[in-house]
């Protein structure tokens, strides 16, 4: 919103480029000048209008005013402001500590860890980035591709994006957030079943073998098929006899049930780990973008 309000800069103004000579520049005022006369100009505003242009003028035309213009803006003009690498590093710092404080009380809690790494990484490449265009010499965007866009208009629209990054950061964490205490809860309790099932089919092979001890090799028939912890067991047509073997063999299978029980509990949890961010970083893109689209 703020950038709506300021509208557009001097060289967008007058229709010039960063690279225009004075000539160009001078050109070009007179062309508006023309226009937008208070006795041409039959606008309601038409003063201010050519007010502006007069200021845009008056700026561009002064090389060192230019300059100053360039790095902090029309603000930078009205104060005549210089720069200072121990001013400009106590403003930055200031500004980026201050940012940096809000985003870790705003991602407190379990949910927003992913959304506080992301947002301080956010933060970090915009100090980065701030640094170097405002210590460069010469503006480093190429005049082909943004032809008006100065240093301090960069620096600007990053600190009035940086908001809805971070409120985008924060939305995508909670949806992404996964449970891992809930998870791990969930694989122990497969883990606690399993072994449920070892102690129980130990405890009938050991009532097997007794049993067999005892009646000098014969054992009791099963009736029919049982089913414990969820696994069918296997009817013939003939009913089994409870032998040892017997019993291994339905050891076996409790055993490969309830392995496949806490795989299927892992894999789980290993899928909710390994869930791409390449697609939800495009969702937190597209919320900056339609952020400063409609701001």
Not at 26 to 37: D, M, T, V
Request: hydrophobic share 40%; proline share 4%; glycine share 8%.
């Amino acid at each position: 919103m703020e950038i709506y309000e300021r509208g557009p800069n001097h060289y967008a103004l007058l229709g010039v480029t960063r690279d225009s000579s004075p000539l160009e520049i001078k050109r070009a005022y007179k062309k508006l000048g023309l226009q937008l006369h208070p006795d041409k100009n039959p606008s309601a505003d038409a003063a201010d209008q050519f007010d502006r242009v007069k200021q845009a003028y008056d700026v561009l035309m002064d090389l060192e005013l230019r300059e100053v213009y360039n790095k902090f803006g029309k603000e930078g003009v009205e104060q005549n402001k210089r720069y200072s690498e121990t001013q400009f590093l106590m403003e930055t710092g200031i500004f980026y500590v201050s940012w940096a404080v809000m985003t870790f009380l705003l991602t407190m809690g379990k949910k927003s860890g992913h959304a506080r790494d992301w947002t301080l990484t956010g933060l970090i490449v915009m100090l980065v980035a701030e640094v170097v265009v405002m210590t460069s010499q010469t503006n480093p965007f190429p005049s082909s591709i943004f032809p008006t866009l100065t240093e301090a208009d960069f620096v600007r629209v990053m600190h009035s994006l940086f908001p809805a990054f971070m409120n985008g950061c924060r939305s995508m964490g909670a949806y992404l957030y996964v449970d891992l205490d809930a998870q791990l809860r969930q694989l122990l309790m497969a883990l606690q079943e399993q072994n449920k099932d070892i102690l129980l089919v130990l405890r009938d092979v050991q009532i097997g073998v007794q049993t067999i001890q005892s009646t000098g090799g014969g054992g009791p028939r099963v009736a029919g098929p049982v089913s414990t912890g969820g696994i069918p067991a296997t009817s013939d047509a003939t009913a089994q006899r409870a032998t040892a073997t017997g019993k291994l063999r339905e050891l076996q299978q409790r055993l490969n049930h309830s392995k496949g029980t806490v795989a299927q509990a892992t894999q789980s949890l290993n899928t909710e780990q390994k869930s791409s961010n390449f697609g939800f970083y495009g969702m937190i893109l597209g919320y900056i973008i339609l952020s400063y689209v409609f701001s």
